[in-house]
């Protein structure tokens, strides 16, 4: 990627874990998620990174609950690139891959290796919680075959640089198909940590001529966009991965972090990719419509 390049601008929406007593912004309902998405594409962003819920908020796996969230938000926004989770502790892969092909969206998250996965509260001296993020990659090869299969284009998130290193075996295998859609999370207890530096050597790994970007949680965020944006990389932002603007208050919506992330990009030169180029940029056709 250049400096030249547009930024795709991504938002990850509402996230699994997150409840309105931690942010009232966060969308339960297929209307909801339809408005923040209106408010995510007038700000600049691209792509909506789904996790479903139901309408009293608690997570979901069911087809008819990305179902009813996806037709919203593409009623409401029907060009922006539809971006589903298929990371989730617990929850078959079979289920998983059941919404992936009866709803095909444009884009779905990967989850590129096992790692320890936790929270640590400093005031506590203790973690607020762990667990052990299993994705072998049996299962990385299945959810590939069903996208392969489905028109999907996957996104391969990487919490680590070995991560990054697992994508090398996949292509030869011929399970997954260059050019890759890449994007480096940091800020995870267990996973690399939120560093500048640390964020260029994950580019470094990427294979040439891959589009790239990061996902940065919790406040470390808008460190870890600056630095990708003077790296060459893409960006994502939104509810799921923090609440808070650099100034320390909390977001009204998802667009207000949209927004700041739109400023960001300007500010440093570039600018952010429209629907249409992102689609170029990611080698997506247009857009599959719901079965």
């Keep these: ?96 891959v059941a919404y992936l092909r009866e709803l095909r969206p444009d884009v779905a998250a990967l989850n590129m290796g096992s790692m320890n996965y936790a929270k640590y509260s400093s005031r506590r001296k203790d973690f607020v919680f762990q667990t052990v993020f299993t994705n072998p990659f049996d299962e990385i090869i299945e959810l590939l075959r069903a996208m392969n299969e489905a028109g999907i284009k996957p996104e391969h998130e990487c919490f680590d640089v070995g991560h990054v290193g697992s994508l090398a075996p996949l292509v030869d295998m011929g399970v997954l198909h260059p050019p890759l859609h890449v994007s480096a999370v940091m800020g995870i207890t267990g996973g690399v940590p939120p560093t500048a530096r640390n964020l260029a050597t994950m580019a470094d790994n990427v294979p040439a001529g891959s589009h790239w970007g990061v996902i940065g949680i919790s406040r470390a965020q808008w460190m870890l966009v600056a630095a990708a944006l003077t790296l060459g990389g893409s960006i994502r932002v939104g509810l799921e991965d923090n609440f808070y603007l650099p100034d320390g208050s909390m977001a009204r919506s998802n667009g207000d972090l949209i927004a700041k992330a739109r400023q960001m990009t300007e500010d440093v030169g570039r600018r952010p990719a429209t629907i249409a180029e992102a689609r170029v940029q990611l080698g997506l056709s247009e857009r599959v419509a719901i079965a």
Excluded: W
């Design 1 to 96: 990627m250049s400096l030249d390049d547009p930024v795709i601008i991504t938002c990850s929406i509402s996230g699994a874990l997150a409840n309105r007593e931690q942010c009232p912004a966060i969308p339960y309902t297929p209307a909801e998620y339809a408005a923040e998405a209106r408010r995510i594409v007038d700000e600049g962003g691209a792509m909506i990174h789904i996790h479903a819920r139901r309408p009293d908020g608690t997570p979901s796996y069911e087809v008819e609950d990305f179902r009813a969230i996806t037709e919203a938000i593409r009623a409401e926004t029907p060009d922006v690139i539809v971006n589903y989770s298929t990371g989730a502790l617990g929850v078959p892969v079979a289920k998983r």
